[in-house]
């Protein structure tokens, strides 16, 4: 499996922007996909998980009612759309597929056998 993140940029803060990660080769393997992102100095860390069949969401409290994750399995392409964006937002969000199952650990970094490159997000104040 292969993901191709794309999408991130340079917005205000209260803005918005959404992100997306492609999938290619052996999507059928796919059980569930997340983001998760990195800030300067900081800890790679879970933001949201979205199973493959069913679209099961999970998130973070930090950006739960701000960021929506959904899918378009057609085109192996899951999103993120986040609104109203902070400064403490900004990282390098990763996308990150799980082959597991079933899919549970959704916040567990180990569970995600395939990564993306990372976009980065820089939310200015």
């Known amino acids: 499996v292969q993901l191709q993140a794309y999408g991130g940029g340079l917005v205000q803060a209260g803005g918005s922007l959404r992100l997306s990660c492609a999938a290619s080769?052996?999507?059928?393997?796919?059980?569930?996909l997340a983001w998760f992102r990195q800030g300067p100095g900081k800890e790679r860390e879970f933001v949201v998980g979205i199973s493959w069949n069913g679209g099961r969401t999970n998130y973070a409290d930090s950006v739960k009612g701000r960021f929506t994750i959904s899918r378009d399995n057609a085109k192996n392409t899951v999103y993120l759309q986040m609104s109203s964006l902070r400064p403490e937002d900004t990282a390098l969000f990763y996308c990150?597929?799980?082959?597991?199952?079933?899919?549970?650990?959704?916040?567990?970094?180990?569970?995600?056998?395939?990564w993306g490159q990372g976009t980065l997000v820089t939310v200015s104040s």
């Open positions: 080769g052996r999507t059928d393997s796919i059980t569930g």
């Open positions: 990150a597929a799980s082959n597991e199952r079933p899919y549970q650990r959704v916040r567990v970094l180990q569970a995600y056998r395939y």
